[in-house]
Each structure stands twice: as C-alpha cells, then as structure tokens.
Nanobody, 121 residues
Framework: QVQLVESGGDLVQPGGSLRLSCAASGSIAYIYTMGWYRQAPGKQRELVARITASSNTIYADSVKGRFTISRDNANNTVYLQMNSLNLEDTAVYYC???????????????WGQGTQVTVSS
C-alpha cells in the first residue's frame, strides 16, 4: 500500500558529507512522523533523527550538530543531511513513516529497504 524508497548512501571519507533521501508513495492519506534509523553490523537498529508533520525534530545525541533532518510534505519526502561523518556513522540507514492510508484509513508504520553509508579512508 505504501512504499518507502531511500537513496543517497555511498562510500565517503571521514569528515565528508552525504544527503539521504526517502520518498514515500502509494495510498497515502496523511504522513505523521518520518524518521531515520541506522543499524551497524552487530548492533541494534537505533534512532538517528525524527521529524513530525509540523517539522518538530528529535536527534540522537551522537549526531546532534552534524546531521539535519528535513521533509517536503508536498512530495512525501524526508531528507537527512549528514556532515562531519566519522567511522562510527557507518551503517545501513533506514527511513520510516507513520502513515494513515487512503484505502482503509488505518495508521501504520512503514519502513524502507535501507541504504548503505560507509565512512572509510
């Protein structure tokens, strides 16, 4: 019913920047919160940043001041601008969205398939 497609993952040197995008499509009536999570090898998935429909944001302490989450409500897209990347930022990054669908008006959380970010010299 709803698909989330991430893009923008890449190999980058320490200190570099990347911008991730996640576009939601399908039977969407309304998107509440959108977020970015990440999972490094051998670790649990963790919240990176989250943004409400009115653009209130929450960040993990480890990314505050380096990452910025934003969204384009008209295009159902969420972005993650990542600056000053370090080795510990290496992970698969997933976006999610809390969506009320048009088909049944139920509210569910959907996940994208993930995009790999590798920080390495």
């Amino acid at each position: 019913q709803v698909q989330l497609v991430e893009s923008g993952g890449d190999l980058v040197q320490p200190g570099g920047s990347l911008r991730l995008s996640c576009a939601a499509s399908g039977s969407i009536a309304y998107i509440y919160t959108m977020g970015w999570y990440r999972q490094a090898p051998g670790k649990q998935r963790e919240l990176v940043a989250r943004i409400t429909a009115s653009s209130n944001t929450i960040y993990a302490d480890s990314v505050k001041g380096r990452f910025t989450i934003s969204r384009d409500n008209a295009n159902n897209t969420v972005y993650l601008q990542m600056n000053s990347l370090n080795l510990e930022d290496t992970a698969v990054y997933y976006c999610n969205a809390d969506v009320r669908t048009r088909t049944d008006l139920l509210r569910r959380v959907y996940w994208g398939q993930g995009t790999q970010v590798t920080v390495s010299s």
